[in-house]
């Protein structure tokens, strides 16, 4: 029997749908994962290599900013040569909106609320960018909102966000420019997922999610994620970035996990290891440590389950694809729910990953059959 599909919490909220450069955004495409370098752009080389980087890590889009002309003057090598699409990113200066659109990047975003009489430059905008085919995300960010905006809330709220984003919106549809994607974000994620709740009943257009300024790597992936469960448990989000005072490649690791998590995304390697207690009679942190780094790199989806004591232990590692259940100086080993052997417990991580190397190649040889899940408990 063919597998079935992976469960998903809600179906995805209707939307247009748009390219950005080969990636397809909308509800008909999968949720991807961006970044943004944290390079100078006007250095080409450094900005080429770590969007390799980023793009090695699993990204789909990589946003590049846009603050002065020489960043402008980088911007043609860095969107020819790169191997993911590359968005530009502008404030302040509406010349740089069209030096971008030029340049051949995917996709530009532009920041309403500090670029210099935007408004008025919303018709020379949509023109450029439909004789382009360039895509515009207009991001409403709660440190940049418009003054106007401001004075009538008095804060960046939830609707402040929304109305300014959905005005701009207005003023590039009355152009019929519609290529466009929202985002509306805040460090808050109560007031951050209010805002894009908003944006969706009102709106068809895809919806980029962030917590803006989320933080360092802890307090950020914890804000970022339970912001993106809220939203995505609605249907609510087409592309995600999670904003981390830490290197871009975490942004997309943390990323890719969330949509794993949710079966967003194709699961590839996934650990379910115990937390260990009082019963435990091996040290669960050091083997699944070791079985997550022997591991690495890892494409075939894999449960492995790493568990420490017979009391849970048994059951996780029999429902994962691949699993030990550890006591008494050994571990049992279960494939597809059978234990295959014993083995002690200086040979569990060894053994482990030798199953889980023939488990991956088995998958290989019938691709198309179903991909095998490893659990390590």
Excluded at 160 to 167: C, D, P, V
Excluded at 348 to 355: A, H, K, Q
Aim: proline letters at 6%; aromatic letters at 4%.
């Amino acid at each position: 029997m063919p597998a079935l599909p992976a469960p998903v919490l809600s179906e995805r909220r209707r939307t247009r749908q748009l390219m950005v450069g080969n990636v397809g955004v909308g509800s008909e495409h999968p949720i991807s994962v961006q970044s943004m370098t944290t390079t100078l752009t006007a250095d080409v080389n450094a900005t080429l290599q770590q969007i390799a980087q980023l793009t090695a890590a699993g990204c789909d889009i990589v946003r590049v900013a846009c603050p002065s002309a020489d960043d402008a003057e980088a911007l043609p090598a860095i969107a020819k040569k790169s191997q993911i699409p590359v968005i530009a990113d502008i404030h302040f200066q509406p010349k740089y909106v069209f030096a971008a659109i030029e340049a051949g990047c995917a996709a530009v975003r532009v920041n309403p609320g500090n670029i210099k009489k935007f408004d008025d430059k919303v018709k020379e905008i949509a023109q450029a960018a439909k004789d382009h085919g360039t895509p515009i995300r207009i991001g409403v960010n709660a440190g940049s909102l418009d003054p106007r905006l401001m004075k009538k809330y008095g804060k960046a709220t939830p609707e402040a966000l929304a109305e300014s984003a959905l005005w701009e919106a207005s003023l590039f549809a009355e152009h019929d420019f519609h290529d466009i994607k929202i985002s509306v974000k805040h460090n808050d994620p109560v007031i951050m997922v209010r805002a894009y709740e908003i944006l969706a009943e009102q709106c068809d257009y895809p919806l980029h999610l962030g917590v803006t300024e989320a933080g360092p790597a802890f307090q950020g992936t914890i804000k970022s994620a339970v912001a993106f469960g809220a939203l995505l448990r609605q249907g609510i989000g087409d592309t995600i970035r999670v904003s981390l005072s830490a290197p871009p490649v975490e942004e997309v690791k943390v990323g890719i996990q969330i949509l794993q998590s949710l079966n967003l995304r194709p699961r590839k390697l996934e650990i379910v290891s115990c937390p260990s207690c009082g019963r435990a009679q091996v040290d669960v942190y050091k083997l699944a440590d070791e079985v997550t780094a022997g591991l690495e790199g890892m494409e075939v989806p894999l449960r492995v389950a790493v568990m420490g004591c017979v009391v849970n232990g048994p059951g996780e590692a029999r429902e994962a694809d691949l699993g030990v259940a550890s006591g008494n100086g050994k571990g049992q080993i279960f494939v597809k729910g059978e234990v295959i052997k014993t083995v002690p417990e200086h040979q569990i991580v060894e053994t482990l990953i030798e199953e889980a190397m023939r488990i991956a190649e088995e998958a290989g040889d019938a691709e198309g059959s179903g991909s095998p899940v490893v659990t390590v408990s």
